[in-house]
T-cell receptor, first 114, second 114 residues
């Protein structure tokens, strides 16, 4: 069964600094998607960034970027120029192609210090 | 463009009661998935509906059932509530033939079982 592991239950970062959240996953599939979702206190899961496994280039969305290491099954999220609004739970998630369910990690709570 | 909407936002039930949660998917989406998120945990997949049929199911007992209507909206029913059913229930929608793999989430229904 596929599993997603986030080894950092909590992280903190100073405003304007950079922080990296870690994620590893286990799968025997070759075609899959990886995601980072943000869940603020409002509870709604918001997609931060997406990576297709067949793409070697790391995805980037403004201040958010990933380091995707397929052989190592690692998918870390880097947040640059951290802002107070970045404070939230961050979930790493995986799904294979074919409309299969998302498998989530347990999350990392990110605090941003002013 | 309305996103995924869920109702009710909060509800309190007692053990043994039954509950129905409702979800309207994002416009253009035809697939609805339900997830249970216990406090401090990542979401766990309950089941997925497409074309008014349950297509995939996670490791949840038969007390959890659902329905999808012709307009793609969906209900989650939980019978014989247990204390352990207290959680945030998230609805997510997608388009079956989308190639992005992304799910769009609602804000969830917070269920408390006393």
């Amino acid at each position: 069964a596929q599993t997603v592991t986030q080894s950092q239950p909590e992280m903190s970062v100073q405003e304007a600094e950079t922080v990296t959240l870690s994620c590893t996953y286990d799968t025997s599939e070759s075609d899959y998607y990886l995601f980072w979702y943000k869940q603020p206190p409002s509870r709604q899961m918001i997609l931060v960034i997406r990576q297709e496994a067949y793409k070697q280039q790391n995805a980037t969305e403004n201040r958010f970027s990933v380091n995707f290491q397929k052989a190592a099954k690692s998918f870390s999220l880097k947040i640059s120029d951290s802002q107070l609004g970045d404070a939230a739970m961050y979930f790493c998630a995986y799904r294979t192609s074919g409309n299969t369910p998302l498998v989530f990690g347990k999350g990392t709570r990110l605090s941003v210090i002013a | 463009d309305a996103g995924v909407t869920q109702s009710p936002t909060h509800l309190i039930k007692t053990r043994g009661q039954q509950v129905t949660l409702r979800c309207s998917p994002k416009s253009g989406h035809d697939t609805v998935s339900w997830y249970q998120q216990a406090l401090g945990q990542g979401p766990q997949f309950i089941f997925q509906y497409y074309e008014e049929e349950e297509r995939q199911r996670g490791n949840f007992p038969d007390r959890f059932s659902g329905h999808q209507f012709p307009n793609y909206s969906s209900e989650l029913n939980v019978n014989a509530l247990l204390l352990g059913d207290s959680a945030l229930y998230l609805c997510a929608s997608s388009f079956l033939f989308a190639n992005t793999g992304e799910l769009f989430f609602g804000e969830g229904s917070r269920l408390t079982v006393l």
